[in-house]
């Protein structure tokens, strides 16, 4: 098979790079120790790294504190116990859940999530690297409480683990779809009963992935590409220069009425305008409500004039305004 690639679940099996062919390990497949903690010693960052991507094949594990350095320290004391960096990783149910609900809501329009994962788990690990020896020494609490990872149950709530959610972000930005995504993540007749033999002990990330999971990466991939400043209002002029630059007209101007100021967006592209300035085109307004809202949560609305497509006789959008008042105003007066 061409285009394939050779993944990290133990198993080293090849799949098609389009499709998540990540695994998880389920319960059996999980190492026991006979101590707590138990150590383990690595010489390179790679060896580190490894093993940690080997325990996120059943857990996820979030990074308390630390980071691996590549840069020595310069006030490095020449002691034994004296270390580069320490990392400290817990289990994702490390914690308590802290409810969001609010007191005054009524049940019916309380917020219903998942069950909480928190069981304020006590597995943890804890990886030093010794400024003298160089060695890297990890300290692996390795028993979860509460609940028991690769069961069925703690794959069925457990969150996708951060290579699940870098695939997802990669498809997303490559403009796949949720359906799309989703003919993706079906798995084949064969991967199921390869799955389903009572002898397996992985299951396929895939099977975890909702379409909430996608349907929430491409709103951020939507924000990020569309919200090019954290303020609206330098958002728009940075996106009245992009648009400029592009050969667009842009019009920005804010008016200001007794009780508040009213901010106005307009662009029109080039092709747009000559078509709209054409003697004898019937044009119309369409005006969509309630868009988003702006940074002090007023709604925006979008109104655009349309065309009628003389070949297709379809209706073609040639002018967008985004405003956040529904004031029927003179923009500019023609005498
Ligand atoms: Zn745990």
Redesign the pocket.
């Known amino acids: 098979m061409e285009n394939t690639q050779t993944i990290a679940d133990g198993n080293r099996m090849e799949f098609d790079p389009n499709d998540l062919r990540l695994t998880r390990f389920r319960k059996d497949a999980i190492h026991k120790y006979d101590t707590e903690p138990i150590m383990f010693y690595f010489t390179t960052k790679g060896e580190l790294e490894a093993w940690i991507q080997e325990q996120r094949l059943y857990?996820n594990w979030n990074k308390h504190s630390g980071n691996i350095s590549s840069v020595p320290r310069k006030d490095k004391r020449q002691q034994l116990n004296s270390v580069d960096y320490k990392l400290v990783y817990y289990?994702?149910?490390?914690g308590h859940y802290a409810p969001q609900h609010k007191e005054n809501v009524s049940p019916a329009k309380q917020r219903h999530g998942k069950e909480t994962i928190k069981?304020n788990?006590?597995?943890r690990f804890i990886a030093k690297k010794f400024s003298l020896s160089g060695t890297i020494q990890v300290e692996f609490y390795w028993q979860?409480?509460?609940?028991e990872?690769g069961s069925a149950k703690d794959i069925a709530l457990s969150r996708n683990n951060p290579d699940v959610k870098k695939w997802i972000d990669a498809k997303v930005s490559q403009y796949y779809n949720t359906h799309s995504v989703k003919e993706l993540l079906r798995l084949s007749e064969s991967d199921m009963a390869q799955m389903l033999d009572n002898n397996s002990d992985v299951i396929f990330a895939s099977l975890r992935v909702t379409f909430m999971d996608v349907y929430n990466a491409l709103r951020r991939k939507a924000r990020e590409e569309s919200e090019l400043a954290q303020n609206l209002s330098d958002s728009i002029t940075l996106w009245a220069n992009k648009l400029s630059e592009n050969g667009w007209h842009t019009h920005t101007e804010t008016i200001s009425l007794p009780a508040n100021e009213v901010f106005i967006f307009c662009a029109t592209s080039h092709f747009q305008s000559s078509i709209l300035t054409q003697q004898g085109s019937i044009v119309s307004i369409d005006a969509t409500h309630n868009v988003c809202r702006n940074e002090y949560g007023r709604k925006m609305y979008l109104t655009t004039i349309l065309g009628r497509d003389s070949a297709t006789g379809c209706g073609v959008p040639l002018s967008f305004m985004w405003t956040d008042s529904e004031a029927q105003l003179p923009l500019i007066s023609i005498s």
Do not use: E, L
């Open positions: 857990c289990c994702d149910h490390h069981t788990c006590g597995a979860h409480n509460g609940h990872p």
